[in-house]
Nanobody, 118 residues
Framework: QVQLVESGGGLVQAGGSLRLSCAAS????????MGWYRQAPGKQRDLVAA???????NYADSMKGRFTISRDNAKNTVYLQMNSLIPEDTAVYYC????????????WGQGTQVTVSS
């Protein structure tokens, strides 16, 4: 079992930055891969970026260059640095965890709202 607690969402103007954090507790094996997904109203939940304990990453193509995922294994915490935000980035951002980098997470956080105003 893995428990995930997210923080860092909020309201930001277009062009601004936010950093999301997700702290995991529980199984180290089950949280080998941790990542961020986002879901806008009426849309499916899509990958933003994910990272493993050894630093392998997987980004959605549209996120490369503006978003950076990182991880502190000592704290079992993953971060998402989001720069040059645009209104289309507005969504609920969910932290996910699982064993494998490219698999759908088995565990989810409660989600944090990110709103980018124009």
């Amino acid at each position: 079992q893995v428990q995930l607690v997210e923080s860092g969402g909020g309201l930001v103007q277009a062009g601004g930055s936010l950093r999301l954090s997700c702290a995991a507790s529980g199984s180290i094996v089950e949280s080998n891969a941790m990542g961020w997904y986002r879901q806008a109203p009426g849309k499916q939940r899509d990958l933003v970026a994910a990272i493993t304990r050894i630093g392998n990453t997987n980004y959605a193509d549209s996120m490369k260059g503006r978003f950076t995922i990182s991880r502190d294994n000592a704290k079992n915490t993953v971060y998402l640095q989001m720069n040059s935000l645009i209104p289309e980035d507005t969504a609920v951002y969910y932290c996910g965890a699982g064993r494998f980098l490219t698999a759908r997470p088995a565990y989810w956080g409660q989600g944090t709202q990110v709103t980018v105003s124009s």
